[in-house]
């Protein structure tokens, strides 16, 4: 496959997966532990079955770029991976990607896929996921399996500022099949269009660098 057609050519690097600080899940209704609660904004953005991509570009005013990190094979039984991933038939690719608007980083995204349904759906890998799969107005469901927040170096160091960082995952179906496993983390530099992500709780200035 050429490496210009934007196809399913493996990058070499994955970056070490988020570590999660804590997780709740959303199809039970858990609440977040004391002094987390979100604001309505932002339970919107991480509990809602919207696309956060339109949502990026809606904020923003800007197209949303992806940026691939890598992309190749994943082993079965990944630690760190969300427990959903072990519904996926085998074989498995992971992808990892930074989403951008304009100059800023507003979010980073890593998904789990069969291998054949990524060589049917993600014909180009600079596409967002939702716009690949929605393709010719094709239905989907989007399922949001679980929320919470994680805390990486790498990540404070691309976004700009300090964690933690909110998170969510969650599945894609169609016909109710499942496509692919996806998880979210989102930057604070959202605040700006949203309000601060947690009641009583407003992020200084100062942190966004």
């Not at 039984?77 to 969300?82: F, H, L, M, N």
């Not at 038939?89 to 054949?116: D, F, K, M, Y």
Request: proline share 8%; with cysteine; hydrophobic share 40%.
């Amino acid at each position: 496959m050429n490496p210009d057609s934007g196809g399913l050519l493996p990058s070499p690097r994955f970056l070490w997966q988020a570590s999660l600080l804590w997780q709740a899940s959303a199809a039970d209704r858990q609440e977040p532990p004391a002094g987390r609660e979100l604001t309505g904004p932002w339970k919107l953005l991480l509990l809602g079955d919207g696309s956060p991509t339109r949502h990026l570009q809606l904020l923003t005013g800007l197209a949303v770029e992806v940026e691939l990190i890598a992309m190749a094979s994943e082993p079965v039984g990944t630690a760190g991976a969300p427990a959903e991933v072990a519904h996926l038939a085998e074989p498995l690719l992971r992808r990892q990607v930074w989403l951008t608007c304009g100059p800023q980083t507003l979010g980073w995204a890593e998904s789990w896929w069969n291998r054949a349904e990524a060589e049917t759906h993600l014909l180009d890998r600079r596409l967002p996921i939702w716009r690949s799969l929605t393709t010719g107005r094709a239905e989907l469901f989007r399922e949001v399996d679980g929320f919470g927040q994680v805390s990486e170096p790498w990540l404070e160091e691309r976004f700009g500022c300090d964690g933690p960082f909110w998170s969510r995952h969650y599945r894609f179906f169609r016909q109710g099949r499942e496509l692919t496993v996806i998880r979210e983390v989102f930057s604070p530099a959202l605040e700006l269009w949203l309000g601060p992500a947690e009641t009583g709780n407003v992020r200084k200035d100062s942190s966004i660098r």
